[in-house]
């Protein structure tokens, strides 16, 4: 406990350690682990193809419907056997097939992330903010 005069007050158990951060390493939260850290970005692009999706399908049947009554103004029906009203009804069958598929697609994608995002909700993820606990205000940023 003797002062030689130098100013080093360190002891020496913690000599050559940095003991600032400590604290907020303890605090310091891990990353996800394996699939759960897709859960979020999975949620995001399942609901963005469901969404993108959905709209496609309201187009489609929208244009069937516009086609399907242009069709029958003349007195013709598109449930008709003939290979006209045939090629009406087909008109959109590709692209309503795929929409539905990826429509599927997408429910499937954002049900899985947000099992995956519930299941881990407790776990302890990193705390990616960068803060450093430092003040700036408008002199600071201004250079005054």
Known sequence: MEDSGTGDSISADTAGQDTVGDD????????PQGL???A???LIAG?????????????IFFLD???ATVYSVGGKNVQDATDEARAIRETYAAA???????????ILLAAAGAVLSFRHRN???RNTDEDDGEDVD???????
């Open 24 to 31: 907020d390493a303890r605090q310091e939260r891990r990353r």
């Open 36 to 38: 759960a850290r897709y």
């Open 40 to 42: 979020k970005p999975a």
């Open 47 to 59: 609901a963005v193809i469901a969404v993108v999706s959905v709209a496609l399908l309201v187009i």
């Open 65 to 67: 419907s516009f086609n």
């Open 96 to 106: 309503r097939l795929g929409g539905i598929i990826f429509l599927v697609a997408g």
């Open 123 to 125: 776990d302890e993820g």
């Open 138 to 144: 408008f002199d600071d940023l201004a250079d005054q």
